[in-house]
């Protein structure tokens, strides 16, 4: 299990790592092909779609965290493999795309949000700033479509390096209160704060 949740850590950095350097890429290329574009965002989907996967199978049985892995999973994967397989027919279609794949990572975010703060985290209201502002651009994208593709792609770009950079710190608030309550548990104190279904190791 051990292994599994290091195994999910580790690319659950790597993936916010290379949301945020192709973010940067996109806003200081934005005339890269709509082509690569899609490649690009298929093989971001596809890769957070095998990290929800590991999370799927090292989460406890029948918590609800595992539904929601399984569920991103799904979503994640089926669209990558789509945007990979029908580049030319996405291309239009990429704020869209990239506003519900935004709109999801901001509900995950949402979850860590509300464990903080049952975990009496005092900045807690930070991570849900961060998870309602990503949810709010993954909207802008998917309601307000840019007709330039230009300015689309600087604005993906941003959103990107803003998802990135955000998921590193809630992930890294949520495994420091994780450890303050095990600590807690470890020297017998009432350190169970949270269910132990949605402690992050």
């Not at 899609?38 to 049985?61: E, K």
Request: hydrophobic share 60%; charged share 15%.
């Amino acid at each position: 299990m051990r292994d599994f949740m290091q195994e999910l850590k580790l690319n659950f950095i790597l993936t916010a790592l290379f949301c945020i350097v192709c973010g940067v890429v996109l806003f200081v290329w934005p005339d890269v092909s709509a082509r690569i574009v899609c490649m690009v965002l298929g093989a971001i989907l596809v890769l957070m779609g095998a990290v929800y996967l590991v999370s799927f199978f090292s989460s406890p049985a029948g918590s609800f965290m595992k539904q929601i892995h399984l569920l991103l999973t799904i979503c994640f994967v089926a669209i990558g493999v789509w945007i990979l397989l029908k580049p030319e027919f996405v291309i239009r279609l990429i704020p869209v795309i990239v506003g519900i794949i935004i709109i999801l990572h901001g509900i995950y975010d949402l979850q860590q949000a509300v464990y903080l703060c049952r975990a009496k985290y005092s900045f807690w209201w930070l991570a849900l700033l961060f998870a309602v502002l990503t949810v709010a651009f993954g909207g802008v994208l998917i309601w307000n479509p840019f007709e330039a593709m230009n300015i689309a792609v600087k604005f993906i770009g941003v959103f990107l390096v803003f998802d990135g950079v955000s998921d590193l710190w809630i992930f890294s608030r949520a495994r420091r209160v994780t450890k303050i309550i095990r600590d807690a548990v470890e020297n017998g104190m009432d350190g169970s704060l949270y269910g132990n279904d949605d402690i992050i190791d």
